[in-house]
Protein backbone atom coordinates (compact mmCIF):
# COMPACT_ATOMS: atom_id res chain seq x y z
CA UNK A 1 0.00 0.00 0.00
CA UNK A 2 2.35 2.28 -1.24
CA UNK A 3 5.86 1.87 -0.66
CA UNK A 4 8.53 4.56 0.29
CA UNK A 5 12.60 4.65 0.24
CA UNK A 6 15.44 7.07 0.91
CA UNK A 7 18.70 7.38 0.96
CA UNK A 8 21.70 8.87 1.75
CA UNK A 9 24.60 7.30 0.15
CA UNK A 10 28.33 7.11 -0.79
CA UNK A 11 27.96 7.25 -4.46
CA UNK A 12 24.90 8.03 -7.21
CA UNK A 13 21.45 6.92 -5.68
CA UNK A 14 19.39 6.55 -8.02
CA UNK A 15 19.85 3.19 -9.06
CA UNK A 16 20.08 2.28 -5.11
CA UNK A 17 16.17 3.98 -5.39
CA UNK A 18 15.02 2.00 -8.17
CA UNK A 19 16.45 -1.19 -6.83
CA UNK A 20 14.93 -0.65 -3.49
CA UNK A 21 11.72 0.21 -5.53
CA UNK A 22 11.76 -2.85 -7.44
CA UNK A 23 11.56 -4.57 -4.38
CA UNK A 24 8.58 -2.92 -2.64
CA UNK A 25 6.58 -2.81 -5.85
CA UNK A 26 4.54 -5.52 -3.87
CA UNK A 27 3.12 -2.89 -1.89
CA UNK A 28 1.29 -0.41 -5.17
CA UNK A 29 2.19 -0.09 -8.65
CA UNK A 30 0.02 2.21 -9.96
CA UNK A 31 2.95 4.82 -10.24
CA UNK A 32 6.38 5.32 -9.44
CA UNK A 33 8.82 8.77 -8.77
CA UNK A 34 12.22 9.47 -7.41
CA UNK A 35 13.64 13.21 -6.66
CA UNK A 36 17.68 13.45 -5.96
CA UNK A 37 19.13 16.57 -4.38
CA UNK A 38 21.20 18.19 -6.73
CA UNK A 39 24.30 20.24 -5.71
CA UNK A 40 23.02 23.45 -6.54
CA UNK A 41 19.98 23.29 -3.65
CA UNK A 42 17.63 22.27 -6.46
CA UNK A 43 15.71 19.03 -7.10
CA UNK A 44 15.54 16.54 -10.15
CA UNK A 45 12.50 14.55 -9.80
CA UNK A 46 11.53 11.77 -12.21
CA UNK A 47 7.88 9.96 -11.91
CA UNK A 48 5.63 7.58 -14.49
CA UNK A 49 2.63 5.53 -14.08
CA UNK A 50 4.26 2.95 -15.75
CA UNK A 51 6.50 0.64 -13.46
CA UNK A 52 9.71 0.62 -12.05
CA UNK A 53 11.47 -0.76 -15.11
CA UNK A 54 10.11 2.28 -17.61
CA UNK A 55 11.23 4.67 -14.71
CA UNK A 56 15.13 3.21 -15.31
CA UNK A 57 14.43 3.14 -18.55
CA UNK A 58 13.82 6.96 -18.32
CA UNK A 59 17.11 7.65 -15.99
CA UNK A 60 19.17 5.74 -18.21
CA UNK A 61 18.23 7.84 -20.85
CA UNK A 62 17.99 11.32 -19.39
CA UNK A 63 20.54 10.30 -16.14
CA UNK A 64 20.27 12.30 -12.41
CA UNK A 65 23.12 12.51 -10.38
CA UNK A 66 23.27 13.56 -6.95
CA UNK A 67 24.08 11.27 -3.50
CA UNK A 68 20.81 11.90 -1.84
CA UNK A 69 16.95 11.11 -3.10
CA UNK A 70 13.86 9.73 -2.03
CA UNK A 71 11.47 7.57 -4.15
CA UNK A 72 7.59 6.28 -3.98
CA UNK A 73 5.83 3.25 -5.46
CA UNK A 74 2.08 4.42 -5.53
CA UNK A 75 -0.85 2.60 -4.51
CA UNK A 76 -3.54 5.18 -5.19
CA UNK A 77 -6.09 6.07 -2.79
CA UNK A 78 -6.97 9.85 -3.35
CA UNK A 79 -6.67 10.69 -7.09
CA UNK A 80 -6.30 8.99 -10.03
CA UNK A 81 -3.64 7.27 -11.32
CA UNK A 82 -1.61 10.18 -13.67
CA UNK A 83 2.12 11.19 -13.25
CA UNK A 84 1.15 14.37 -11.23
CA UNK A 85 -0.52 12.61 -8.69
CA UNK A 86 2.35 10.40 -8.58
CA UNK A 87 4.76 10.98 -5.26
CA UNK A 88 7.36 12.44 -5.03
CA UNK A 89 5.82 16.03 -4.29
CA UNK A 90 7.57 18.97 -3.87
CA UNK A 91 6.92 22.33 -2.28
CA UNK A 92 6.17 25.25 -3.66
CA UNK A 93 9.69 26.25 -3.82
CA UNK A 94 10.63 23.13 -5.30
CA UNK A 95 13.39 22.71 -2.73
CA UNK A 96 11.54 20.24 -0.46
CA UNK A 97 10.41 16.51 -2.20
CA UNK A 98 8.08 13.93 0.02
CA UNK A 99 7.27 10.77 -0.18
CA UNK A 100 4.30 9.49 1.89
CA UNK A 101 2.52 5.97 2.74
CA UNK A 102 -0.75 6.06 4.66
CA UNK A 103 -3.89 8.37 4.16
CA UNK A 104 -4.34 12.21 5.74
CA UNK A 105 -7.81 12.20 6.99
CA UNK A 106 -7.86 15.67 7.00
CA UNK A 107 -6.14 16.17 4.14
CA UNK A 108 -8.86 18.61 2.38
CA UNK A 109 -9.69 21.36 5.50
CA UNK A 110 -5.25 21.57 5.00
CA UNK A 111 -5.45 21.70 1.53
CA UNK A 112 -8.20 24.37 1.53
CA UNK A 113 -6.27 26.22 4.53
CA UNK A 114 -2.66 25.88 1.99
CA UNK A 115 -4.66 27.36 -0.64
CA UNK A 116 -6.01 30.38 1.27
CA UNK A 117 -2.48 31.01 2.20
CA UNK A 118 -1.16 31.23 -1.04
CA UNK A 119 0.56 27.61 -1.90
CA UNK A 120 0.26 26.27 -5.46
CA UNK A 121 -0.90 22.69 -4.47
CA UNK A 122 -0.85 20.96 -7.72
CA UNK A 123 -2.11 17.48 -7.05
CA UNK A 124 -5.77 15.56 -6.15
CA UNK A 125 -3.55 13.29 -3.50
CA UNK A 126 -3.86 13.79 0.04
CA UNK A 127 0.09 13.39 0.61
CA UNK A 128 0.78 16.95 -1.14
CA UNK A 129 -0.12 18.85 1.23
CA UNK A 130 1.95 17.81 4.44
CA UNK A 131 5.17 18.87 2.31
CA UNK A 132 3.70 22.66 2.10
CA UNK A 133 3.04 22.40 5.94
CA UNK A 134 6.52 21.51 6.24
CA UNK A 135 7.18 24.50 3.89
CA UNK A 136 5.35 26.70 6.19
CA UNK A 137 7.42 25.67 9.28
CA UNK A 138 11.30 25.06 7.85
CA UNK A 139 12.46 28.39 9.71
CA UNK A 140 12.93 25.82 12.25
CA UNK A 141 14.82 23.45 10.38
CA UNK A 142 13.60 20.40 8.52
CA UNK A 143 12.92 18.04 11.46
CA UNK A 144 11.25 20.08 13.67
CA UNK A 145 9.48 21.30 10.07
CA UNK A 146 8.03 17.67 9.67
CA UNK A 147 7.52 17.46 13.61
CA UNK A 148 5.11 20.76 12.97
CA UNK A 149 3.43 19.37 10.05
CA UNK A 150 2.75 15.89 11.56
CA UNK A 151 1.30 17.68 14.33
CA UNK A 152 -1.74 18.92 12.06
CA UNK A 153 -2.15 15.96 10.31
CA UNK A 154 -4.55 13.08 11.07
CA UNK A 155 -4.91 9.44 9.26
CA UNK A 156 -1.46 7.32 9.07
CA UNK A 157 1.57 8.24 7.85
CA UNK A 158 5.44 7.20 6.94
CA UNK A 159 6.86 9.74 5.29
CA UNK A 160 10.41 10.95 4.23
CA UNK A 161 11.27 14.77 2.95
CA UNK A 162 14.33 15.84 1.12
CA UNK A 163 15.58 19.31 1.56
CA UNK A 164 17.80 19.90 -1.98
CA UNK A 165 19.71 22.69 0.04
CA UNK A 166 21.15 20.99 3.15
CA UNK A 167 21.18 17.17 1.53
CA UNK A 168 19.31 16.46 5.09
CA UNK A 169 16.21 13.82 4.97
CA UNK A 170 13.70 13.65 7.71
CA UNK A 171 11.42 10.69 7.90
CA UNK A 172 8.06 10.19 10.34
CA UNK A 173 5.51 7.64 10.85
CA UNK A 174 2.37 7.22 12.40
CA UNK A 175 0.45 4.22 12.11
CA UNK A 176 2.47 2.75 9.14
CA UNK A 177 5.76 0.96 8.76
CA UNK A 178 9.09 2.87 8.52
CA UNK A 179 12.36 1.09 8.91
CA UNK A 180 15.64 3.14 9.43
CA UNK A 181 19.10 1.16 8.33
CA UNK A 182 22.68 2.05 7.78
CA UNK A 183 25.36 0.23 5.89
CA UNK A 184 28.54 0.64 4.58
CA UNK A 185 27.67 2.35 1.68
CA UNK A 186 24.86 4.47 3.48
CA UNK A 187 22.02 5.51 5.37
CA UNK A 188 18.31 3.77 3.91
CA UNK A 189 15.00 4.73 5.19
CA UNK A 190 12.23 1.87 3.58
CA UNK A 191 8.70 1.25 3.90
CA UNK A 192 10.24 -2.76 4.82
CA UNK A 193 13.81 -3.97 5.12
CA UNK A 194 13.34 -6.56 2.50
CA UNK A 195 13.92 -2.95 0.13
CA UNK A 196 17.22 -2.34 1.41
CA UNK A 197 18.48 -5.73 2.83
CA UNK A 198 21.49 -6.36 0.49
CA UNK A 199 22.92 -3.34 2.04
CA UNK A 200 22.82 -3.64 5.63
CA UNK A 201 22.93 -5.78 8.23
CA UNK A 202 20.95 -4.34 11.00
CA UNK A 203 18.04 -2.31 11.13
CA UNK A 204 15.54 -0.34 13.69
CA UNK A 205 11.89 0.36 13.02
CA UNK A 206 10.01 3.94 13.54
CA UNK A 207 7.84 3.49 16.13
CA UNK A 208 4.72 6.15 16.43
CA UNK A 209 5.56 9.63 16.98
CA UNK A 210 9.12 9.09 16.24
CA UNK A 211 11.10 11.32 13.53
CA UNK A 212 14.36 10.78 12.74
CA UNK A 213 16.63 13.09 10.98
CA UNK A 214 19.52 11.71 8.24
CA UNK A 215 22.18 14.01 7.54
CA UNK A 216 26.35 13.97 8.79
CA UNK A 217 24.56 12.15 11.56
CA UNK A 218 21.05 10.51 12.45
CA UNK A 219 18.98 11.88 15.65
CA UNK A 220 16.20 10.87 16.30
CA UNK A 221 13.23 12.75 18.18
CA UNK A 222 10.13 12.03 19.59
CA UNK A 223 7.05 14.48 21.08
CA UNK A 224 9.04 17.14 20.51
CA UNK A 225 12.45 16.25 21.82
CA UNK A 226 16.06 14.27 21.47
CA UNK A 227 15.07 10.66 21.77
CA UNK A 228 17.16 7.74 22.33
CA UNK A 229 16.78 5.26 18.91
CA UNK A 230 14.84 1.95 19.12
CA UNK A 231 16.58 -1.31 19.23
CA UNK A 232 18.75 -2.74 16.63
CA UNK A 233 17.15 -5.15 15.18
CA UNK A 234 18.68 -8.21 12.85
CA UNK A 235 18.15 -8.73 9.06
CA UNK A 236 17.61 -12.09 8.54
CA UNK A 237 16.89 -11.66 4.97
CA UNK A 238 19.39 -12.70 2.29
CA UNK A 239 19.55 -12.07 -1.32
CA UNK A 240 18.57 -15.43 -2.62
CA UNK A 241 15.75 -14.84 -1.18
CA UNK A 242 14.66 -11.56 -2.65
CA UNK A 243 15.87 -12.95 -5.81
CA UNK A 244 13.11 -14.78 -8.55
CA UNK A 245 16.19 -17.30 -9.63
CA UNK A 246 14.99 -19.21 -12.72
CA UNK A 247 11.17 -19.17 -11.92
CA UNK A 248 9.39 -16.80 -14.51
CA UNK A 249 7.76 -15.18 -11.47
CA UNK A 250 7.69 -14.74 -7.84
CA UNK A 251 4.62 -17.05 -7.27
CA UNK A 252 5.88 -20.07 -8.96
CA UNK A 253 9.00 -19.53 -6.76
CA UNK A 254 7.11 -19.35 -3.17
CA UNK A 255 4.75 -21.84 -4.24
CA UNK A 256 7.63 -24.19 -4.25
CA UNK A 257 8.99 -23.11 -1.57
CA UNK A 258 6.29 -24.28 0.82
CA UNK A 259 7.59 -27.88 1.80
CA UNK A 260 10.49 -26.36 3.31
CA UNK A 261 8.59 -23.12 5.13
CA UNK A 262 6.31 -25.77 6.27
CA UNK A 263 9.33 -27.95 7.74
CA UNK A 264 11.07 -25.09 9.16
CA UNK A 265 7.35 -23.80 10.72
CA UNK A 266 7.53 -27.26 12.59
CA UNK A 267 11.39 -27.17 13.23
CA UNK A 268 10.53 -24.18 15.09
CA UNK A 269 7.26 -24.64 17.12
CA UNK A 270 6.47 -28.48 16.71
CA UNK A 271 8.88 -29.35 19.57
CA UNK A 272 7.63 -26.45 22.41
CA UNK A 273 3.61 -26.97 21.13
CA UNK A 274 3.39 -30.96 21.56
CA UNK A 275 3.92 -30.58 25.49
CA UNK A 276 2.42 -27.55 25.84
CA UNK A 277 5.58 -25.91 27.06
CA UNK A 278 4.93 -22.96 24.41
CA UNK A 279 1.68 -22.22 25.99
CA UNK A 280 3.84 -21.87 29.54
CA UNK A 281 6.04 -19.90 28.63
CA UNK A 282 3.55 -17.67 26.32
CA UNK A 283 2.32 -16.27 29.76
CA UNK A 284 -1.24 -16.32 28.68
CA UNK A 285 -4.27 -17.15 30.22
CA UNK A 286 -6.44 -19.29 30.20
CA UNK A 287 -9.76 -19.27 27.81
CA UNK A 288 -13.07 -20.22 27.33
CA UNK A 289 -13.06 -19.40 23.51
CA UNK A 290 -11.31 -18.39 20.95
CA UNK A 291 -11.80 -16.14 18.14
CA UNK A 292 -9.33 -15.42 14.76
CA UNK A 293 -9.42 -12.56 13.17
CA UNK A 294 -8.26 -11.43 10.09
CA UNK A 295 -8.73 -10.56 6.38
CA UNK A 296 -8.46 -12.30 3.16
CA UNK A 297 -6.13 -15.32 2.72
CA UNK A 298 -4.95 -14.60 6.10
CA UNK A 299 -8.52 -15.36 7.79
CA UNK A 300 -8.70 -18.23 5.67
CA UNK A 301 -5.51 -19.52 7.45
CA UNK A 302 -7.26 -18.30 10.65
CA UNK A 303 -10.50 -20.75 9.55
CA UNK A 304 -8.73 -23.47 9.30
CA UNK A 305 -6.84 -23.50 12.73
CA UNK A 306 -10.51 -22.58 14.44
CA UNK A 307 -11.22 -25.48 12.48
CA UNK A 308 -8.76 -27.68 14.10
CA UNK A 309 -9.34 -26.04 17.48
CA UNK A 310 -13.46 -27.63 17.60
CA UNK A 311 -12.55 -30.07 16.01
CA UNK A 312 -9.75 -31.57 18.06
CA UNK A 313 -10.40 -30.14 21.91
CA UNK A 314 -14.25 -28.85 21.40
CA UNK A 315 -12.99 -25.24 21.61
CA UNK A 316 -15.87 -22.60 20.87
CA UNK A 317 -14.86 -20.79 18.13
CA UNK A 318 -15.21 -17.57 16.02
CA UNK A 319 -13.85 -16.13 12.72
CA UNK A 320 -13.89 -12.75 12.99
CA UNK A 321 -14.12 -10.23 9.73
CA UNK A 322 -11.66 -7.38 10.71
CA UNK A 323 -12.57 -5.13 8.02
CA UNK A 324 -16.46 -5.72 9.30
CA UNK A 325 -15.45 -5.56 12.94
CA UNK A 326 -17.33 -2.64 14.44
CA UNK A 327 -19.92 -4.67 15.85
CA UNK A 328 -18.02 -7.37 17.20
CA UNK A 329 -19.17 -8.56 20.61
CA UNK A 330 -16.04 -9.68 22.49
CA UNK A 331 -17.28 -12.19 24.98
CA UNK A 332 -15.66 -12.69 28.33
CA UNK A 333 -12.74 -15.30 28.40
CA UNK A 334 -12.04 -14.88 24.50
CA UNK A 335 -8.88 -15.69 23.32
CA UNK A 336 -7.89 -13.58 19.48
CA UNK A 337 -5.91 -15.42 17.26
CA UNK A 338 -4.62 -12.65 14.87
CA UNK A 339 -3.58 -13.57 11.88
CA UNK A 340 -1.65 -11.31 8.98
CA UNK A 341 1.30 -11.85 7.00
CA UNK A 342 2.37 -8.37 7.13
CA UNK A 343 1.17 -7.57 10.46
CA UNK A 344 0.23 -3.91 9.30
CA UNK A 345 -3.29 -4.43 7.62
CA UNK A 346 -5.44 -1.51 8.68
CA UNK A 347 -8.55 -3.33 9.65
CA UNK A 348 -6.63 -6.09 11.40
CA UNK A 349 -4.97 -3.07 13.78
CA UNK A 350 -8.20 -1.20 13.97
CA UNK A 351 -10.34 -4.47 14.84
CA UNK A 352 -7.42 -4.71 17.74
CA UNK A 353 -8.62 -1.62 19.37
CA UNK A 354 -11.89 -3.52 20.06
CA UNK A 355 -10.50 -6.22 21.84
CA UNK A 356 -8.08 -4.28 23.64
CA UNK A 357 -11.04 -2.51 24.70
CA UNK A 358 -12.33 -5.59 26.18
CA UNK A 359 -8.86 -6.48 27.31
CA UNK A 360 -8.52 -9.70 25.59
CA UNK A 361 -5.05 -11.45 24.98
CA UNK A 362 -4.49 -11.09 21.52
CA UNK A 363 -1.77 -13.70 19.89
CA UNK A 364 -0.43 -12.48 16.65
CA UNK A 365 0.39 -14.79 14.00
CA UNK A 366 2.63 -13.42 11.12
CA UNK A 367 5.46 -13.10 9.25
CA UNK A 368 6.88 -9.67 10.20
CA UNK A 369 7.00 -9.97 14.09
CA UNK A 370 8.38 -6.47 14.39
CA UNK A 371 4.98 -5.44 12.81
CA UNK A 372 2.74 -2.79 14.42
CA UNK A 373 0.03 -6.27 15.29
CA UNK A 374 3.78 -7.94 16.33
CA UNK A 375 4.38 -4.68 19.05
CA UNK A 376 0.45 -4.77 20.45
CA UNK A 377 0.00 -8.34 20.43
CA UNK A 378 0.70 -9.87 24.22
CA UNK A 379 2.45 -12.83 22.30
CA UNK A 380 4.07 -13.10 18.89
CA UNK A 381 3.92 -16.87 16.69
CA UNK A 382 6.49 -15.92 14.04
CA UNK A 383 5.80 -17.62 10.44
CA UNK A 384 9.05 -17.93 9.35
CA UNK A 385 7.83 -17.53 5.59
CA UNK A 386 10.70 -15.49 4.43
CA UNK A 387 9.91 -12.68 2.23
CA UNK A 388 6.97 -13.34 0.18
CA UNK A 389 6.83 -10.87 -3.39
CA UNK A 390 4.30 -11.98 -5.49
CA UNK A 391 1.49 -10.34 -4.32
CA UNK A 392 -1.26 -13.21 -3.92
CA UNK A 393 -0.10 -15.16 -0.39
CA UNK A 394 0.96 -18.62 -0.81
CA UNK A 395 3.94 -19.61 1.39
CA UNK A 396 2.86 -17.05 4.06
CA UNK A 397 -0.69 -19.08 4.18
CA UNK A 398 0.99 -22.48 4.91
CA UNK A 399 2.99 -21.11 7.19
CA UNK A 400 0.07 -19.44 8.75
CA UNK A 401 -1.76 -22.19 9.05
CA UNK A 402 1.04 -24.84 10.66
CA UNK A 403 2.10 -21.86 13.25
CA UNK A 404 -1.84 -21.34 13.87
CA UNK A 405 -2.04 -25.06 14.45
CA UNK A 406 0.87 -25.85 16.17
CA UNK A 407 0.04 -22.56 18.93
CA UNK A 408 -3.87 -23.90 18.84
CA UNK A 409 -1.79 -27.75 19.94
CA UNK A 410 0.31 -26.02 22.28
CA UNK A 411 -2.63 -24.09 23.92
CA UNK A 412 -4.86 -27.13 24.40
CA UNK A 413 -2.07 -29.35 25.90
CA UNK A 414 -1.15 -26.69 28.06
CA UNK A 415 -4.31 -25.82 29.32
CA UNK A 416 -5.04 -29.44 29.87
CA UNK A 417 -7.75 -29.95 26.98
CA UNK A 418 -5.15 -32.66 25.15
CA UNK A 419 -3.42 -34.91 26.48
CA UNK A 420 0.64 -34.48 25.99
CA UNK A 421 0.16 -38.33 24.30
CA UNK A 422 -2.16 -36.23 22.07
CA UNK A 423 0.15 -33.19 21.60
CA UNK A 424 2.53 -35.45 20.44
CA UNK A 425 0.73 -37.45 18.00
CA UNK A 426 -0.72 -34.46 16.47
CA UNK A 427 2.66 -32.90 15.76
CA UNK A 428 3.94 -36.30 15.07
CA UNK A 429 1.25 -36.14 12.26
CA UNK A 430 2.08 -32.50 10.99
CA UNK A 431 5.63 -33.89 10.41
CA UNK A 432 4.19 -35.26 7.18
CA UNK A 433 2.78 -32.06 5.88
CA UNK A 434 6.22 -31.18 3.79
CA UNK A 435 5.84 -33.84 1.89
CA UNK A 436 2.41 -34.09 1.52
CA UNK A 437 2.57 -30.25 0.42
CA UNK A 438 5.47 -31.32 -2.09
CA UNK A 439 3.50 -34.21 -3.93
CA UNK A 440 0.87 -31.92 -4.31
CA UNK A 441 2.45 -29.53 -5.85
CA UNK A 442 4.17 -32.01 -8.18
CA UNK A 443 0.61 -33.90 -9.16
CA UNK A 444 -0.45 -30.49 -9.75
CA UNK A 445 2.44 -29.00 -12.15
CA UNK A 446 1.27 -32.30 -14.44
CA UNK A 447 -2.11 -32.56 -14.45
CA UNK A 448 -3.34 -28.97 -13.72
CA UNK A 449 -2.05 -27.19 -17.71
CA UNK A 450 -4.37 -29.43 -19.44
CA UNK A 451 -7.14 -28.68 -16.82
CA UNK A 452 -6.56 -24.88 -16.83
CA UNK A 453 -6.49 -25.12 -21.08
CA UNK A 454 -9.94 -26.88 -20.68
CA UNK A 455 -11.40 -24.18 -18.27
CA UNK A 456 -9.76 -21.03 -18.94
CA UNK A 457 -11.88 -19.71 -20.58
CA UNK A 458 -15.05 -20.17 -18.65
CA UNK A 459 -16.95 -17.14 -17.34
CA UNK A 460 -16.28 -18.34 -13.88
CA UNK A 461 -15.74 -20.81 -11.21
CA UNK A 462 -17.32 -22.52 -8.49
CA UNK A 463 -15.23 -24.61 -5.31
CA UNK A 464 -16.44 -26.72 -2.81
CA UNK A 465 -15.14 -27.92 0.35
CA UNK A 466 -16.54 -29.74 3.93
CA UNK A 467 -15.63 -28.81 7.17
CA UNK A 468 -12.40 -27.41 7.88
CA UNK A 469 -11.77 -28.40 3.94
CA UNK A 470 -14.18 -25.72 2.93
CA UNK A 471 -11.62 -23.16 4.10
CA UNK A 472 -9.14 -24.72 1.93
CA UNK A 473 -11.95 -24.36 -1.05
CA UNK A 474 -12.35 -20.60 0.11
CA UNK A 475 -8.04 -20.37 -0.07
CA UNK A 476 -8.43 -21.72 -3.72
CA UNK A 477 -11.16 -19.54 -5.06
CA UNK A 478 -9.37 -16.65 -3.62
CA UNK A 479 -6.41 -17.29 -5.79
CA UNK A 480 -8.32 -18.18 -8.46
CA UNK A 481 -10.06 -14.61 -8.71
CA UNK A 482 -7.26 -12.68 -7.42
CA UNK A 483 -5.02 -14.08 -10.27
CA UNK A 484 -7.08 -14.32 -13.38
CA UNK A 485 -10.10 -12.00 -13.13
CA UNK A 486 -12.77 -14.27 -12.88
CA UNK A 487 -14.98 -14.60 -10.68
CA UNK A 488 -15.23 -17.81 -8.17
CA UNK A 489 -17.36 -18.73 -5.81
CA UNK A 490 -16.52 -20.91 -2.75
CA UNK A 491 -19.37 -22.59 -0.86
CA UNK A 492 -19.88 -25.57 1.46
CA UNK A 493 -20.97 -28.32 -0.91
CA UNK A 494 -23.90 -28.67 0.94
CA UNK A 495 -24.80 -25.54 0.29
CA UNK A 496 -24.92 -25.73 -3.20
CA UNK A 497 -28.17 -27.21 -3.43
CA UNK A 498 -29.64 -24.71 -1.61
CA UNK A 499 -29.19 -22.11 -4.16
CA UNK A 500 -25.20 -21.78 -5.89
CA UNK A 501 -26.47 -25.12 -8.50
CA UNK A 502 -28.12 -22.36 -10.40
CA UNK A 503 -25.02 -21.37 -11.37
CA UNK A 504 -24.06 -24.35 -13.06
CA UNK A 505 -24.42 -24.41 -16.81
CA UNK A 506 -22.86 -27.26 -19.26
CA UNK A 507 -18.91 -26.49 -18.57
CA UNK A 508 -19.03 -24.98 -15.53
CA UNK A 509 -16.03 -25.65 -13.59
CA UNK A 510 -16.70 -26.95 -10.35
CA UNK A 511 -13.48 -27.66 -8.39
CA UNK A 512 -13.71 -29.61 -5.32
CA UNK A 513 -11.71 -30.12 -2.46
CA UNK A 514 -12.98 -33.67 -2.27
CA UNK A 515 -12.83 -35.54 1.05
CA UNK A 516 -14.90 -38.61 -0.18
CA UNK A 517 -17.72 -38.58 1.82
CA UNK A 518 -20.50 -39.68 0.48
CA UNK A 519 -22.24 -36.08 1.09
CA UNK A 520 -19.15 -34.46 -0.69
CA UNK A 521 -20.09 -37.23 -3.79
CA UNK A 522 -23.94 -36.48 -3.94
CA UNK A 523 -22.94 -32.74 -4.47
CA UNK A 524 -20.89 -33.48 -7.62
CA UNK A 525 -23.38 -35.27 -8.91
CA UNK A 526 -25.98 -32.85 -9.40
CA UNK A 527 -22.88 -30.83 -10.80
CA UNK A 528 -22.19 -33.13 -13.18
CA UNK A 529 -26.24 -33.83 -14.16
CA UNK A 530 -26.07 -30.27 -15.01
CA UNK A 531 -23.15 -30.84 -17.27
CA UNK A 532 -21.06 -29.03 -15.10
CA UNK A 533 -17.05 -30.11 -15.28
CA UNK A 534 -15.90 -31.15 -11.62
CA UNK A 535 -12.50 -31.05 -10.74
CA UNK A 536 -12.11 -33.04 -8.08
CA UNK A 537 -9.00 -32.81 -5.56
CA UNK A 538 -8.58 -35.84 -4.03
CA UNK A 539 -7.29 -39.06 -3.95
CA UNK A 540 -6.44 -41.77 -7.48
CA UNK A 541 -8.94 -41.51 -10.05
CA UNK A 542 -9.05 -38.35 -9.30
CA UNK A 543 -8.94 -35.49 -11.70
CA UNK A 544 -6.43 -33.73 -9.64
CA UNK A 545 -5.24 -36.57 -7.28
CA UNK A 546 -3.29 -33.94 -4.94
CA UNK A 547 -4.18 -35.47 -1.81
CA UNK A 548 -2.17 -37.66 0.59
CA UNK A 549 -3.51 -40.78 -0.21
CA UNK A 550 -2.27 -40.94 -3.84
CA UNK A 551 1.44 -41.31 -3.07
CA UNK A 552 0.68 -43.57 -0.01
CA UNK A 553 1.54 -40.36 2.57
CA UNK A 554 -1.35 -40.93 4.79
CA UNK A 555 -3.29 -37.71 4.96
CA UNK A 556 -4.03 -35.84 7.75
CA UNK A 557 -8.13 -36.47 9.38
CA UNK A 558 -8.12 -33.57 11.94
CA UNK A 559 -6.41 -31.10 9.93
CA UNK A 560 -8.10 -31.51 6.76
CA UNK A 561 -6.29 -31.68 3.35
CA UNK A 562 -3.69 -28.47 3.62
CA UNK A 563 -2.35 -29.78 0.34
CA UNK A 564 -5.14 -29.25 -1.78
CA UNK A 565 -4.43 -25.65 -1.44
CA UNK A 566 -1.34 -25.90 -3.17
CA UNK A 567 -2.83 -27.85 -6.30
CA UNK A 568 -5.17 -24.55 -6.12
CA UNK A 569 -2.49 -22.30 -6.05
CA UNK A 570 -1.12 -24.01 -9.45
CA UNK A 571 -4.31 -24.62 -10.79
CA UNK A 572 -4.85 -20.44 -10.07
CA UNK A 573 -1.93 -19.15 -11.48
CA UNK A 574 -1.94 -21.55 -15.23
CA UNK A 575 -5.48 -19.78 -15.43
CA UNK A 576 -4.04 -17.04 -15.06
CA UNK A 577 -0.91 -17.49 -17.24
CA UNK A 578 -3.04 -18.74 -19.83
CA UNK A 579 -5.26 -15.33 -19.68
CA UNK A 580 -2.33 -13.36 -20.10
CA UNK A 581 -2.48 -12.09 -16.26
CA UNK A 582 0.78 -10.43 -14.24
CA UNK A 583 0.79 -13.43 -11.91
CA UNK A 584 3.52 -11.41 -9.27
CA UNK A 585 1.24 -8.13 -9.51
CA UNK A 586 -1.94 -8.95 -9.99
CA UNK A 587 -4.65 -5.69 -10.73
CA UNK A 588 -5.72 -3.17 -8.12
CA UNK A 589 -4.17 -5.35 -5.55
CA UNK A 590 -1.62 -4.69 -3.14
CA UNK A 591 0.57 -7.25 -0.48
CA UNK A 592 0.01 -4.65 2.46
CA UNK A 593 -3.59 -2.92 2.85
CA UNK A 594 -2.43 0.11 4.89
CA UNK A 595 -5.54 1.83 4.81
CA UNK A 596 -9.48 0.92 5.84
C1 LIG B 1 -4.41 -12.56 -0.96
C2 LIG B 1 -3.82 -11.81 0.11
C3 LIG B 1 -4.70 -10.93 0.92
C4 LIG B 1 -4.14 -10.74 2.33
C5 LIG B 1 -4.97 -9.69 3.07
C6 LIG B 1 -4.48 -9.51 4.49
O1 LIG B 1 -3.49 -13.35 -1.63
O2 LIG B 1 -2.64 -11.85 0.32
O3 LIG B 1 -6.01 -11.41 0.96
O4 LIG B 1 -4.17 -11.94 3.01
O5 LIG B 1 -4.90 -8.47 2.40
O6 LIG B 1 -3.13 -9.18 4.52
P1 LIG B 1 -2.24 -9.53 5.77
O7 LIG B 1 -2.08 -10.98 5.83
O8 LIG B 1 -0.94 -8.81 5.54
O9 LIG B 1 -2.99 -8.99 6.96
Known amino acids: MCGIVAGRTSGAVTGTLTEALARLEYRGYDSVGVAVAQGDGTLQVRRTTARVEALVDRLAADPVGGTTGVGHTRWATHGAVT??????????????????????????????????????????????????????????????????????????????????????????????????????????????????????EDFRVLEDGHVVAVGDTTTWRHGGRAAEPPPLRRCTISVAELSRELYADFMSKEIDEQPLVAARVLESWGAPAQDGSLWHGSGLPDFAR?????????????????????????????????????????????????????GETADVLRA??????????????????????????????????????????????????LTGTCLAIAACVGTGRLARSTGRAMVADLGRVPDLVAQSIGVAMQAVPT??????EASGFLFLGRGIARSYADEGALKLKELSYLWAESHASGELKHGPLALVEPGTPVVAVDDGSSRMQASLAEVRARGGDVIDIGGPGSALPALGTTGGIPGIDWCGPLESVMAM?????QVAVLRGRDIDKPRNLAKSVTVE
Open 83 to 200: EGNAHPHADCSGRLALVHNGIITNADALRAGLRERGHVVASDVDSEVVVHLVEEALGTGLAAAVEAAVEQLTGTWALAVLDALTGELVAASHGSPLVVAEGPEGVYLASDVAAVAPWI
Open 352 to 401: LDRVEHRGAPVVAVTNSAWSALGRRADFVMSCHAGPEIGVAATKTYTAQV
Open 569 to 573: QVLAR
Open 451 to 456: IAAATS
Open 290 to 342: VAVLGCGTSLNAGRAVAGVLGRVAGVPTQAVVASEADDWVVEPDTLVLAFSQS
